[in-house]
Structures are given as structure tokens and as C-alpha cells.
């Protein structure tokens, strides 16, 4: 398969080199593509500078619409998967074959590297938790989706996938309205076991005091979800 690897990446510039030198590690026949969702430190150059593709946002766009450019990048490219990571080494690549191996079979449209169905690794924490699951049972209620991780941004896409979500793809808290959005368009849903780390430089967007706000909007947001999203059909062209 021709694989995208799309690493969404705001100010990231000190964590790149890692995340770029492990992907080159265990992913080294597919291309790696940095979205800088106009950064102010430099990642772009960082990015560039370690052999990456390198798409930039005009502006910050934040992570739905960093990630949707990605997907409008492997579409129009005609890339047969896209595995999305994040930008702060989170992630870790060794469990990219892993999550593309169902969309490889056909057995899966989209593919989401789940914390919690091994043991190890960083899982956030105990308010989080509980919030994750919160979020597993109202997918399970709303469009019948059974993730355990679903604000997992370790994801694999194939081609049905990378159509709709280049087309239409939620901007503020994509990660659970991502799945739904999915299920509701027909999309075969499966999770595979990842680790994941806590991240090396910075703080993450969502924290503690946050977490409630994220709750309610993502709530409100999976109820006044449309039934289905327009998508164009899963062809694109090459250049």
C-alpha cells in the first residue's frame, strides 16, 4: 500500500526530531507529512530540514482542520491509507503496521490504536479515564461504535476513510466526532492495542481543569451530530 503518514504539529519544533527519526525507523518505505498548523517556532524547518513533506496552514487552524489537510493531501494524491500521529511523541510508530494490517486484509475502513486494550504505557489520568469512558458509552448509544479509546488520535484510515474525512472532518475535539461521523457513513470501525507515552516538550491542549468543558461540548456535539455527511466517492487523482 501507498501509506501518508500526516503528523499534525503545532509548535512542536523540539519533539520533531524524534517523532521524524522513529517513523523513518519503523516506517521507512512511506512518507512522512508534517501539517504545521502555523507554528511560530520554527517546526516547519525542522520538519523540512530531517527530509519530511511539509504542508503549512496559513494560520493555526487547530487539530481538526490541521488533520483534515493531511486527509485532503492523501486523497488528492491517491494514497491508499494515512496514519495519523501525533506531533509531540506520544505515539509510538513500532504499532503503525499493526493498525494498518486490518485495512490491508479489508476488514476495516478505520483503524484506532487503542491505550487500553494492553497493559503498560502512559493512560492519562484518572479524571480522563473516566471521561473516556463516558465518551465509549455515548458512541456506543448514538451510532453503535465500540472503542474503548475514542480520544485516541493514533489512527488508520483507508481509502473509504481518507474520502469522507478530506471532504468533511470535525474542528474542535475531532478525535471522538471523528468515529461517529464514520459509523454513521457506513465505515467498518476495529482497534488494535498501542502504548503511548506522555509527551516530551509542552502541555497538552486538554488539561484537568478542562476536562468537564471538553465533556459537555463533545457531548453536545455527538448529539447534534448530522445522521450522515455527504461523501464524494472514494477515487482521487494522482499529482
Not at 88 to 106: E, K
Not at 189 to 212: D, F, K, N, W
Amino acid at each position: 500500500m501507498r501509506v501518508l503518514i500526516i503528523v499534525p504539529a503545532f509548535n512542536e519544533a523540539p519533539s520533531l526530531p524524534r517523532v521524524i527519526t522513529a517513523l523513518r525507523q519503523y516506517s521507512s518505505e512511506w512518507d512522512v507529512c508534517i501539517v504545521d498548523d502555523g507554528s511560530t517556532d520554527g517546526s516547519a524547518t525542522v520538519a523540512q530540514s530531517l527530509g519530511a513533506k511539509v504542508l503549512r496552514a496559513p494560520v493555526n487552524l487547530g487539530i481538526g482542520g490541521a488533520v483534515q489537510l493531511g486527509y485532503l493531501y492523501a486523497f488528492r494524491h491517491g494514497y491508499d491509507a494515512a496514519v495519523q500521529v501525533d506531533g509531540d511523541g506520544q505515539h509510538d510508530p513500532q504499532y503503525i503496521r499493526d493498525s494498518l494490517r486490518p485495512i490491508a486484509l479489508g476488514h476495516a475502513d478505520l483503524v484506532v490504536g487503542s491505550r487500553f486494550l494492553t497493559t503498560g504505557g502512559f493512560r492519562s489520568t484518572a479524571l480522563r479515564r473516566i471521561g473516556i469512558r463516558y465518551l465509549s458509552a455515548l458512541l456506543r448509544l448514538r451510532c453503535g461504535a465500540h472503542v474503548t479509546d475514542p480520544t485516541s488520535g493514533f489512527r488508520a484510515a483507508g481509502r473509504r476513510a481518507i474520502a469522507l474525512f478530506a471532504q468533511w472532518y470535525p474542528s474542535d475535539y475531532p478525535e471522538p466526532e471523528s468515529i461517529a461521523l464514520a459509523r454513521r457513513n457506513g465505515l467498518r470501525l476495529e482497534e488494535v492495542p498501542v502504548q503511548m507515552e506522555a509527551r516530551q516538550h509542552g502541555r497538552s491542549s486538554i488539561c484537568t481543569y478542562r476536562t468537564i468543558d471538553y465533556l459537555f461540548k463533545v457531548s453536545l456535539a455527538l448529539i447534534l451530530l448530522p445522521k450522515r455527511a455527504p461523501a464524494p466517492e472514494p477515487t482521487s487523482t494522482n499529482g
